[in-house]
């Protein structure tokens, strides 16, 4: 465990937060890194959103995950998924992420995760605003 001043997630240096709820707050509202689940509204990584939807949420059995583009879609819409140019074949998980927001191919490993989410204006579908502030 970091400094109790520095995010754990998207590394956001800020002496409030480690004051009293200040960093669940964070958590809660303000991280880049991490959002609502849409299904349960846990707070979740947004690096694992697929991985959350399809083995961890209490809604995990209304979702199943794409053959082609790998990314938890609910069971039925999957037909009319499958059908959109969206649905793009996933690339190799040591080559490429892909953002469960966004739906573009990203660099791959936490590196990726970071670059996209948190540098310039973080990914166009993020709801969570970029803070400069980083450690």
């Known amino acids: 465990e970091g400094p109790a001043d520095v995010c754990q997630f998207c590394s956001l240096h800020d002496p409030k937060l480690a ?15 991490l959002g609502s689940c849409v299904e349960c ?3 979740i990584e ?5 991985e959350h939807l399809l083995h961890e949420c209490e809604h995990m059995e ?7 583009c790998m990314e938890a ?8 998924h499958r059908a959109k140019d969206n649905c793009v074949v ?3 998980a040591n080559m490429y992420n892909r953002c469960p927001l966004c739906h573009m191919d990203i660099p791959p ?3 990726g995760w970071k670059s996209h989410l948190l540098e310039g204006r973080g990914c ?4 969570r605003p970029v803070v400069a502030a980083r450690a």
Request: glycine share 6%.
């Open 19 to 33: 004051e009293g709820e200040n960093m669940d707050l964070h958590f809660y509202h303000d991280c880049p890194m």
């Open 109 to 111: 490993g936490d590196e």
């Open 46 to 50: 947004i690096a694992s959103v697929n």
């Open 73 to 80: 879609i609910k069971k039925d819409e999957i037909e009319e």
């Open 90 to 92: 996933a690339k190799p």
């Open 124 to 127: 166009p579908a993020n709801s």
């Open 62 to 68: 209304q979702y199943e995950e794409c053959a082609r």
């Open 41 to 43: 509204g846990q707070i």
